[in-house]
């Protein structure tokens, strides 16, 4: 049984990695739907948001922080700026509606807050081109860590 739990304990990084991917992927839709009203539009006529809005820069760094997360790309520095407008989401809209997220309606930015904030820490993980760009810097480092 040791042995499943070690080699189970083992695939953390892999996960971290699908964690990142999976999380990344629906991120970036939020911010699509913001500024090109994909895969639909906001609200009942399908528009866009302003650009150069609170709501705008939302757009931006949803879109194209997503997808640098979904490469695994800059990882550290983009989660950690995205769990920031992830807290300014949560304190700015949900939680002047009630302390409880789930009342509030402020689970995602919640979740994405932390989850952004643990991969700001952690690291993108192995499928990353972070990983990549890292083993090609110092290749007999990375060899060592793995």
């Known amino acids: 049984m040791t042995g499943i739990i070690i ?3 083992a695939m953390s990084p892999y996960f971290r990695s699908i964690l990142r991917i ?5 991120f970036t839709l939020h911010g699509t739907v ?11 006529g399908g528009m866009t948001v302003h650009l150069f809005s609170q709501m705008g820069l939302a757009g931006i760094l949803e879109a194209f922080g997503g997808v640098l997360l979904l490469l695994g790309l800059f990882s550290r520095p983009v989660a950690f700026i995205l769990s920031g407008e992830m807290a300014v989401a949560f304190f700015q ?37 972070d990983a990549v760009l890292a083993k090609r810097r110092d290749p007999v480092r990375q060899e060592l860590k793995a």
């Open 7 to 9: 080699k189970w304990q």
């Open 22 to 26: 999976a999380a990344a992927f629906t």
């Open 93 to 129: 809209v949900h939680f002047p509606r009630g302390f409880w997220p789930v009342l509030s309606g402020g689970e995602l930015a919640f979740l994405y807050c932390f989850v952004w904030f643990y991969l700001s820490t952690a690291g993108a993980g192995p499928w990353s081109l």
């Open 34 to 44: 913001k500024l090109f009203a994909f895969p639909a539009g906001m609200g009942p």
